[in-house]
C-alpha cells in the first residue's frame, strides 16, 4: 500500500492546456502539502492544507490552485501552463500535531512537461 | 531569513568508505532539522531527524547526524557506504509548528559510489 500517491507519474503537454495532479494519502495524516522541485533539484513549498484548510501558501502564480475534498486528498490544478511551470511535483503529508507535525512523507513525483 | 547550505553539490565516494555530507543552516530559532534522500525517479524519504535532545542522531539504512549548534551546522554521516546509497540528499530545516509546517530544503548533494 502506497503511503502517499500521486497521478500521473508522467505529464506531457502543451502550453496554454490545464491539467490537474492529483494525491492521496493513506495514513491518517491531517496536513497534507504541494512541493515543487526545479530542474536545479531545488525544493520549495507551494500550498499547504489542514483538515481541507488552505495553511501555507507561498508566492505562486494564480494559474495554481489547490483543492482538498477531504484530509486524505489534496489536488492541483494548473491553468494556462507555461514552459517554466516544468517540474517535479511533490505531495507529502504530515500528522496535525505533536513532533510527527515535522516529519513529511512525501509521494514518487509528477514530473511536468510543458513544450 | 530562514536558508539552508549544503556546500557540496557533488560527493564521490567508494565503496565501503566513510561518508560525510555538510550542512549549514541559518534560523531564527532553534530549528527542527531533517535529511531525506531521493532516490533517482523516487520521492523524499526521511533518514533521520533532530528535535532535542542528544545532538547525535541515528537514523535508517546506518546513517547518523551530529548537530552542532554552535556552528549551525547538522552533519550527516555513515560508516560504510553501500551502492545502493547513491542518491540525491538534502537537509531540511523547519519550525515546530502544529498544522503545517513550511520545511526549507537545501539544494541536496548527489552522491555517487564507485566500485
Known amino acids: 500500500d502506497t503511503a502517499v500517491s500521486q497521478t500521473p507519474k508522467y505529464l506531457v503537454t502543451q502550453m496554454g492546456n490545464d491539467k490537474s495532479i492529483k494525491c492521496e494519502q493513506n495514513l491518517g495524516h491531517d496536513t497534507m502539502y504541494w512541493y515543487k522541485q526545479d530542474s536545479k533539484k531545488f525544493l520549495k513549498i507551494m500550498f499547504s492544507?489542514?483538515?481541507?484548510?488552505?495553511?501555507i501558501n507561498e508566492t505562486v502564480p494564480n494559474r495554481f490552485s489547490p483543492k482538498s475534498p477531504d484530509k486524505a486528498h489534496l489536488n492541483l490544478h494548473i491553468n494556462s501552463l507555461e514552459l517554466g511551470d516544468s517540474a517535479v511535483y511533490f505531495c507529502?503529508?504530515?500528522?496535525?500535531?505533536?513532533?510527527?507535525?515535522?516529519?513529511?512523507?512525501f509521494g514518487a513525483g509528477s514530473r511536468l512537461t510543458v513544450l | 531569513a530562514q536558508s539552508v547550505t549544503q556546500p557540496d553539490i557533488h560527493i564521490t565516494v567508494s565503496e565501503g568508505a566513510s561518508l560525510e555530507l555538510r550542512c549549514n543552516y541559518s534560523y531564527g530559532a532553534t530549528p527542527y532539522l531533517f535529511w531525506y534522500v531521493q532516490s533517482p525517479g523516487q520521492g523524499l524519504q526521511l533518514l533521520l531527524k533532530y528535535f532535542s535532545g542528544d545532538t547525535l542522531v541515528q537514523g535508517i539504512k546506518g546513517f547518523e547526524a551530529e548537530f552542532k549548534m554552535s556552528q549551525a551546522s547538522f552533519k550527516l554521516r555513515k560508516p560504510s557506504v553501500h551502492w545502493s546509497d547513491a542518491a540525491e540528499y538534502f537537509c531540511?530545516?523547519?519550525?515546530?509548528?502544529?498544522?503545517?509546517?513550511?520545511?526549507?530544503f537545501g539544494t541536496g548533494t548527489r552522491l555517487t559510489v564507485i566500485p
Open positions: 531540511a530545516v523547519g519550525p515546530y509548528q502544529t498544522g503545517a509546517n513550511n520545511l526549507f
Open positions: 492544507y489542514n483538515n481541507k484548510e488552505l495553511i
Open positions: 507529502a503529508s504530515s500528522q496535525g500535531t505533536g513532533s510527527g507535525a515535522n516529519v513529511l512523507t
